[in-house]
Structure formats: C-alpha cells, structure tokens
Nanobody, 115 residues
Framework: QGQPVESGGGLVQPGGSLRLSCAAS????????MAWYRQAPGKQREWVAT???????AYADSVKGRFTISRDYGQNMVHLQMNSLKPEDTAVYYC?????????WGQGTQVTVSS
C-alpha cells in the first residue's frame, strides 16, 4: 500500500484549533483502522486516537474531550479536529493506516502551539 499523506498542521496560539487530514491509498474496504500518533522533541512517539471499522473512536486520555477523530469513507480520509490546544500538544503528528497484516505511516505534519 502507498504512504498516507497528512496535511493541516501549522502554528496556533494556546486555546486555538486545527484540523489535520490524512489521505490513504487503496480501497476503503481494505483498511482496518486509521489512527493518529504524535512525537514531541526528545520524546517517544505516542498514540493519540484511532478510528476502526467498527466506527468506534478511541482517544488517549491526554486529548479526550478536546480532539475528535472522524473518517470520510468516500474520500478514504481520516481527520483529527483539535480544539483547546495546549503547548504540550506541540509535536509532529503522524497518520497510520492499518490494512490487517501491514501498516503504512505518513511522513508527518508539524503542529506548534505557542503564543
């Protein structure tokens, strides 16, 4: 499968919002789940949110209530709406697309939360 392509990152002030998007390759039927991870400078990559084929979203405690993950089956995309952003949300955000026995990662998009 091809590499997913993320978009939508940028610089935002604390309390602001951003919407990330990820376009996956292949057919929507071949995808088991689509997820977002992030990696801050000097830290390990951490899971943020997942949208599975059961259409049930799951979130890390650190973003629950502030971030919303959604799937666009027609466009084969996943979105991450990020509200009430905090400086600690600053990181490179990666999209991961799982096809069952394999997974593909995007190259990442930078999100910086700073005044």
């Amino acid at each position: 499968q091809g590499q997913p392509v993320e978009s939508g990152g940028g610089l935002v002030q604390p309390g602001g919002s951003l919407r990330l998007s990820c376009a996956a390759s292949g057919s929507a039927d071949s995808i088991n789940s689509m997820a977002w991870y992030r990696q801050a400078p000097g830290k390990q990559r951490e899971w943020v949110a997942t949208f599975t084929n059961t259409r049930t979203p799951a979130y890390a405690d650190s973003v629950k209530g502030r971030f919303t993950i959604s799937r666009d089956y027609g466009q084969n995309m996943v979105h991450l709406q990020m509200n009430s952003l905090k400086p600690e949300d600053t990181a490179v955000y990666y999209c991961k697309v799982s096809y069952g026995g394999s997974a593909s990662w995007g190259q990442g998009t930078q999100v910086t939360v700073s005044s």
